[in-house]
T-cell receptor
Framework: DTEVTQTPKHLVMGMTNKKSLKCEQH?????MYWYKQKAKKPPELMFV???????INESVPSRFSPECPNSSLLNLHLHALQPEDSALYLC????????????FGPGTRLTVT | GIQVEQSPPDLILQEGANSTLRCNFS?????LQWFHQNPWGQLINLFY???GTKQNGRLSATTVATERYSLLYISSSQTTDSGVYFC??????????FGTGTRLTVIP
């Protein structure tokens, strides 16, 4: 099973809301990633978790807060977002950072109003 | 991080035609993947190919690691092949860097 699941598929939120995106994998992978993708652009790395510890934060604003409760789950907590944060948010996992194939979830399409 | 160049940026094909997509890397990579992003945004793994040649049905890929490039061949294209094709590479134990993609449109 090479499936990464993400919920919700779509999310519309106001600038004062707090919401969370969820990602799950059951492949025993120890690296998990959050990417942001704007229209007609490639995915941009936001965060990397390695063995449940945050190992890379690509200068992401603090209104995005990642969390890795266990080796299978990854959350992205959203607070006080801006309209320019509207994008497709993709979760991925791999055996370890930079090792083996990276598998992506279907994404959450976020609209900030 | 490494720079990844993809060509061509856009490609329009008649159904049944063949095509070659190219990916150049600024540095040697030990991890290289090709993805197809469908219209709904899902990134589908096509090949994990740090070196050598692989085939999967109508698709095949070749990576020449010493010359820092990879090619994706699509034969007998179908309308369902439409979408964006990304290559991505990593050096050492680092994260993947994505190219800017090739947008493929296959017309019936």
């Amino acid at each position: 099973d090479t499936e990464v699941t993400q919920t919700p598929k779509h999310l519309v939120m106001g600038m004062t809301n707090k919401k969370s995106l969820k990602c799950e994998q059951h492949m025993g992978h120890r690296a998990m990633y959050w990417y942001k993708q704007k229209a007609k652009k490639p995915p941009e790395l936001m965060f990397v978790y390695s063995y449940e510890k945050l190992s890379i934060n690509e200068s992401v604003p603090s209104r995005f807060s990642p969390e890795c409760p266990n080796s299978s789950l990854l959350n992205l907590h959203l607070h006080a977002l801006q309209p320019e944060d509207s994008a497709l948010y993709l979760c991925a996992s791999s055996r370890s950072v930079g090792v083996g194939e990276q598998y992506f979830g279907p994404g959450t399409r976020l609209t900030v109003t | 991080g490494i720079q990844v160049e993809q060509s061509p940026p856009d490609l329009i094909l008649q159904e049944g035609a063949n095509s070659t997509l190219r990916c150049n890397f600024s540095d040697s990579v030990n991890n290289l993947q090709w993805f197809h992003q469908n219209p709904w945004g899902q990134l589908i793994n096509l090949f994990y190919i740090p070196s050598g040649t692989k085939q999967n049905g109508r698709l095949s890929a070749t990576t020449v690691a010493t010359e820092r490039y990879s090619l994706l061949y699509i034969s007998s294209s179908q309308t369902t092949d439409s979408g964006v094709y990304f290559c991505a590479g990593a050096t050492g134990a680092n994260n993947l860097f994505f190219g800017t993609g090739t947008r493929l449109t296959v017309i019936p």
